[in-house]
């Protein structure tokens, strides 16, 4: 059984934020932020790929209301939503979880490096197939 698997059976202790039928958020344990939370769902996905589109949509819904509550109450100013995917994206715990990390200052320490265009874009259409 992975962590979160063991952490929503209540083997493993975690402070939880927020608890339904299909759904548990906790704090993360490392605290990016003050108030740095996973939202997963409590059946087992590797990863958001892997679930059905309307169970990660209701997950996203999760986030978002859990979101609207704790980001005002923490007094922060805004927040990052984000999910790793695969071990090449820094996914650590192979159970798929969304991560609410609250800002409260541009700045903090925190950065997402959106590097400058190094790509054909109409290649990398083409690359897309969609
Ligand atoms: P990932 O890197 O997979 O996107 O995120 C995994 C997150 O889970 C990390 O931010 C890490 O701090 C958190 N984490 C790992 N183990 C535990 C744990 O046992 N309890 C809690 N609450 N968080 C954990
Ligand atoms: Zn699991």
Redesign the pocket.
């Known amino acids: 059984m992975c962590?979160?698997c063991?952490?929503i059976e209540g083997n493993?202790p975690?402070?939880k934020v927020y608890e339904d039928d299909k759904f548990l958020a906790?704090?993360?344990?490392?605290?990016?932020t003050k108030g740095?939370t996973?939202v997963m769902p409590k059946k087992h996905y590797d990863n958001f790929l892997a679930m059905p589109t309307d169970e990660f949509q209701e997950l996203m819904g999760k986030a978002k209301e859990i979101s609207e509550k704790i980001i005002p109450s923490l007094g922060a100013n805004g927040c990052n939503v984000?999910?790793?995917t695969n071990a090449v994206?820094?996914?650590?715990?192979?159970?798929t979880?969304v991560?609410i990390i609250p800002r409260y200052d541009e700045n903090d320490t925190i950065r997402f490096l959106f590097q400058e265009n190094k790509y054909d874009l109409d290649e990398v259409l083409r690359s897309m197939e969609l």
Request: glycine share 4%.
């Open positions: 962590i979160f063991e952490i493993i975690s402070k906790i704090l993360d344990i490392s605290q990016t740095h996973l984000l999910i790793n994206a820094g996914q650590s715990v192979m159970h979880h991560h």
